[in-house]
């Protein structure tokens, strides 16, 4: 599982991005501001997404054309062959990429509002930023829209805490 596809992004394609990380896959935001950066990356063993004509004859680059994030979080599916096994879905932090870890219940009291610390069961931190994470509607939504964009199903039946296996 570590051993996955690594995105390096460009941060013009921010929003795809961070349906990559709620996916979880490993996706961070880089500025690629020349060829002699994405190379590097490439030789790094990341993958550049970007929609920068500059780089789209570069072997190894995943060059988008839609402007949309749906469209081109297929694009980049169908470009490097994700398979539904490969993803972890809220697994990541969307924000800065990093892996959640599974936190008590009682340590999140005041980080979240008091309808969900009084509901929700599971959750999730981000070990750089501290942004909690959670089951709930919003989680929900996101997974019925990822299952209908993309025909992967149980997308929201992993169940268990971060994603976890
Ligand atoms: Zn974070």
């Given at each position: 599982m570590s051993g996955g596809k690594r995105f390096a992004a460009d941060i013009m394609v921010g929003r795809l991005a961070r349906w990559l990380r709620v996916l979880g896959l490993n996706a961070r935001s880089v500025v690629l501001s020349g060829r002699e950066v994405v190379e590097s990356l490439i030789s790094e063993g990341c993958i550049p997404v970007t929609?920068?004509?500059?780089?789209?004859?570069?072997?190894?680059v995943a060059f988008?054309?839609?402007?949309r994030s749906f469209e081109q979080l297929l694009e980049v599916i169908s470009l490097v062959s994700?398979?539904?096994?490969e993803v972890r879905p809220?697994?990541?932090?969307?924000?800065?990429n990093a892996r959640l870890v599974p936190v008590a219940r009682e340590a999140v009291f005041g980080a979240v509002a008091d309808y969900v610390f009084e509901t929700a069961i599971d959750f999730c931190r981000c070990p750089d930023c501290a942004r909690v994470y959670w089951p709930g509607s919003h989680r929900r939504k996101m997974i019925a829209k990822l299952e209908s964009l993309?025909?992967?199903?149980?997308?929201?039946?992993?169940?268990?805490q971060c994603g976890a296996k």
């Open positions: 929609r920068s004509r500059k780089f789209r004859d570069i072997d190894g988008i054309r839609s402007d994700i398979t539904r096994e809220f697994s990541r932090c969307t924000l800065c993309t025909g992967w199903v149980g997308l929201g039946s992993e169940g268990e």
